[in-house]
């Protein structure tokens, strides 16, 4: 049985097991996963590199912007929001000088308004949902795409939502 990247598996409380296509398991049989930390991160992310984009998805089979960041920041124990403008809410706000990997950077549309969000890989590095999910170059403007020699995306804010 195969289990979607950062599903909750909830298990009863009177054995510790839940039920999959009317099989029990115990979550003693399952393999736990030992605390993340941000230097985790590229090994989480890269499962999802080349997963096509899908407007509310969120699995492998389909994702959007705030989808994978939502869903990424699960293997860290973190709830966030849906969307991208309300996951902007929170957090801690950082500048560009002072990115680190994980953090959440947010970009606006023409008219000024959040529409969308990536994980920082490292200060010039972010991995989005964007067609697919892509790592791309970031800079103080935004994502940069080579291919096409322009931004992408215009750089509105970024977020810190993880503390190490």
Known sequence: INIVLGSYIYAND?????????????????KLVNKLFLKDLPLIVRKYVNTPY???????YGIDC????QMV?????????????????IG?????????QGDLAFFKNENGL???VGIVLKKNKIIH???YVRIDDLDNNGIYKKSFSNY?????????????
Do not use: M
């Open 14 to 30: 009177i054995d510790n097991c839940f039920v999959l296509n009317n099989n029990k398991f115990s979550i003693n049989d399952c």
């Open 92 to 100: 801690f706000n950082i500048e560009y000088d002072s990115v680190k």
């Open 54 to 60: 899908l407007w509310g998805g969120r699995s492998p």
């Open 73 to 89: 920041y699960r293997f860290f124990g973190l709830d966030i929001p849906r969307d991208a403008i309300d996951q902007s809410k």
């Open 129 to 131: 949902a964007s067609g």
């Open 114 to 116: 959040i529409n969308h």
């Open 152 to 164: 992408s995306h215009k750089l509105s804010l970024i977020k810190r939502i993880i503390q190490e």
């Open 66 to 69: 705030s989808g994978f960041t």
